[in-house]
Each structure stands twice: as structure tokens, then as C-alpha cells.
DNA sequence: AAGTACACCTGTGTGC
DNA sequence: TGCACACAGGTGTACT
């Protein structure tokens, strides 16, 4: 499901829900995700407050009062929903469980939170506050897209001598951490690259342009609440419908939204993933 | 080191 | 209706 807009949608539904509020209890369905959960999990989340709900690239990072850090990764199909009343005024009911609910967390505002991940490529696990930059799932991300860290003189110094495509560098989480699939190719159409081009060899004008592009299809999916395309929703069910302005991405053989191109795009498969691209408006 | 293929897992859509 | 197959928003690991 998730790239950086639908993690960010998903932190900020949960904010009202968790933020400052205590985990009433905790309960694990099954040992693992794609890893086994941390030892005695359940335990270590009971009675604990949310100190504050953050976000490192794809990753969700809530600090809690133990001065432990819950490390929620997404993976493919994961979900966090909301059911219940943060506020404790109205009602305290919730909808039956379903399966793949791998995880429920009842606050004691009276909300629940229940990560849901049919794939299971998901991931959780707790680590202490002060070292979650060297946790080995968050040391080698690069920056944050929307960051500071994230500039012109950067991207090219990583580009530099590369061989590999375009789409390849930028779905690269060590090169640039939040994009996936989607955010890649849409913003390589905005700047109109291709996604076969080696990033070695895009001119350090270009790389410059794809800078703040990125940034922008990342912004303007975020303020749409992310992209629904199966299953995607944000925290409270509502969907995101960054979907509908996609220039490419699932538009194979559909006309260019160029104005004056007439091409079609294209969809062609790189390292085991689709590519969506106009072959006209992007070299 | 860099680049690539495969693995993990379930669900859905398509074509026969 | 059943079945086989392709494909899906991610990413660690094991190869060349």
C-alpha cells in the first residue's frame, strides 16, 4: 500500500487517537510479520503513553513513556484503523474483527487502533528512544524527501557514476527514503525523464529540476489524503484520492495528459516492477 | 561495490 | 463455476 503521502495520511489520522493517550491494552494475534515481534510485546505496550507519533521515511515511530520507541512499518497491504470514540463521549463499540487484524491496541481514551496486513510484509518492533536512528531498519535510509537534507548538490553527488536506471536510484531507499513505485514514476514524468535513463548520465541541470518535482507530487499527494488503489485507507476508512491525478501510473495505453503530446503511455517492467512513462515527454 | 533476481504472502482480476 | 496465471503500494538477502 504505502509510500511516504499514505504513511504520513495514516500518522496524522492516528494523532488524535494516540498522541499523549495510554495503551490500555495490547493484543497480538499471531508471533510475527514479516519478522517475529519483539519479545513480550503485548507487555511492553500495556499502560504505556504515546509520547509522540513520528515518521522516518515509510515508518511510523511512536515514542513511549518507557522511553521505547514502536517501529510500524506498513509493508505492502498494511492498515491502521481507527474504530471507537478518542474522545470517550459517545461510545466505546467497535466493528467484529476481520481477518488479518494482527494487532489491536485499545486506548484508554477509548479508542482502537487495529493493524490489519493481509500480506504480512508489514513489520513492528520496539527499540529504545535515543537509538532509533541506529535501529538497522532506519541507519542506512537516506534523507527525507521533504527534508532539509534533500537538495540539489546531494542528489547529484549520489547520482553521480551510477549505472543504474533512473527508476531504479529513486526507488533506492539508501539514495532518497519515501518513494515506492507510484511517487517514482509520477515524478519522473513531472520532470520529464525517462525511467530508463542511467542516473549517472542525467545532465546535473536535470537532476537539479527532479529535486523540487519530487517534492511536490509528494506534497500534492499528501494534501489528497494519499492514493487509494485497492485497499489504501486512511485511518479513519476515508479514501485518498491522489489516484485521480495520476499523469502515468496505471495508465498504460492511455492518452499522455501532456498538452500537446499525443502519445500513449507506456508500461514496461524494471527490476521486477512496472514502469509507467510517455515515451514522448519523457527522455 | 554495484546491479539484479528472488523471496516473503494473500487477494484480485483476467482469460480459458 | 473452476482453474491457472499475472500482478499488486516494499524491501532484505543472495547471487553475478
Not at 484503523?81 to 484508554?108: C, N, R, T, W, Y
Not at 520529464?192 to 537532476?207: D, F, I, N
Not at 495528459?257 to 508500461?267: L, V
Request: proline share 6%.
Amino acid at each position: 500500500m504505502p509510500e511516504l503521502p499514505e504513511v504520513e495520511t495514516v500518522r496524522c489520522g492516528l494523532l488524535p487517537a494516540m498522541e499523549g493517550a495510554v495503551i490500555a491494552r495490547a493484543q497480538v494475534n499471531r508471533p510475527d510479520l514479516r519478522w517475529p515481534f519483539p519479545e513480550h510485546m503485548a507487555e511492553r505496550l500495556t499502560g504505556q503513553r504515546v509520547n509522540a507519533l513520528r515518521r522516518r521515511s515509510k515508518y511510523i515511530l511512536a515514542d513511549l513513556a518507557s522511553d521505547e520507541t514502536l517501529i510500524i512499518h506498513l509493508g505492502m497491504s498494511g492498515r491502521m484503523l481507527i474504530s471507537g470514540d478518542p474522545l470517550g463521549q459517545f461510545h466505546h463499540d467497535h466493528p467484529a474483527p476481520e481477518k488479518h487484524d494482527h494487532v489491536v491496541l485499545d486506548m484508554e481514551n477509548g479508542a482502537r487502533v487495529t493493524f490489519n496486513d493481509a500480506r504480512r510484509f508489514g513489520a513492528m518492533d520496539l527499540t529504545p528512544t535515543k537509538a532509533v536512528e541506529q535501529h538497522w531498519l532506519i541507519r542506512d535510509l537516506g534523507p527525507e524527501p521533504l527534508g532539509n537534507d534533500f537538495h540539489e548538490d546531494y542528489l547529484k553527488e549520489r547520482l553521480n557514476g551510477r549505472n543504474t536506471p533512473m527508476k531504479s536510484a529513486l526507488l533506492d531507499q539508501k539514495i532518497i527514503a519515501g518513494l515506492g513505485n507510484i511517487y517514482v514514476c509520477e515524478a519522473l514524468f513531472r520532470a520529464g525523464v525517462s525511467p530508463k535513463r542511467k542516473a549517472g548520465k542525467l545532465s546535473a541541470a536535470r537532476v537539479g529540476a527532479l529535486v523540487p518535482v519530487i517534492r511536490q507530487v509528494l506534497r500534492d499527494a499528501i494534501e489528497a489524503g494519499g492514493s487509494s488503489l485497492k485497499d489504501y485507507r486512511q485511518a479513519h476508512g476515508e479514501l485518498g484520492y491522489f489516484q485521480h491525478s495520476f499523469d502515468v501510473y496505471d495508465r498504460e495505453g492511455e492518452a499522455c495528459k501532456s498538452p500537446d503530446c499525443d502519445a500513449t503511455i507506456k508500461r514496461i517492467v524494471q527490476s521486477g516492477r512496472s514502469s509507467f512513462y510517455c515515451p514522448k515527454c519523457q527522455r
